[in-house]
Nanobody, 119 residues
Framework: QVQLVESGGGLVQSGGSLRLSCVASGNMFTIYTMGWYRQAAGMTRELVALITSGTSTHYADSVKGRFTISRDNAKNTVYLQMNSLEPEDTAVYYC?????????????WGQGTQVTVSP
């Protein structure tokens, strides 16, 4: 069983910064692409940023130049550095990982962490 646990959310003023972390744990697994998604109230979940096992990255247009995704493979951890935050960034942020374990491939989600940006 592979689990993802996010941390680092909170309340910040517009223009501020936050750093989200997501740690994967479990037995005998390999992580491939990791990503961050977000879901604002009343909206569908949307992609924020992805990072492959080769550290190639992809960002949603709305966060390009403000957010940076990175990973530490030794710690099974993915980060999202969020700068110049705007009220429109307010959402629950979810970590996602594509994982293989015991010959099976599957996607795992974290429980989510709330990010609130005040005007």
């Amino acid at each position: 069983q592979v689990q993802l646990v996010e941390s680092g959310g909170g309340l910040v003023q517009s223009g501020g910064s936050l750093r989200l972390s997501c740690v994967a744990s479990g037995n005998m697994f390999t992580i491939y692409t990791m990503g961050w998604y977000r879901q604002a109230a009343g909206m569908t979940r949307e992609l924020v940023a992805l990072i492959t096992s080769g550290t190639s990255t992809h960002y949603a247009d709305s966060v390009k130049g403000r957010f940076t995704i990175s990973r530490d493979n030794a710690k099974n951890t993915v980060y999202l550095q969020m700068n110049s935050l705007e009220p429109e960034d307010t959402a629950v942020y979810y970590c996602n990982a594509l994982v293989s374990s015991a010959g099976a491939h599957f996607s795992r989600w974290g429980q989510g962490t709330q990010v609130t940006v005040s005007p």
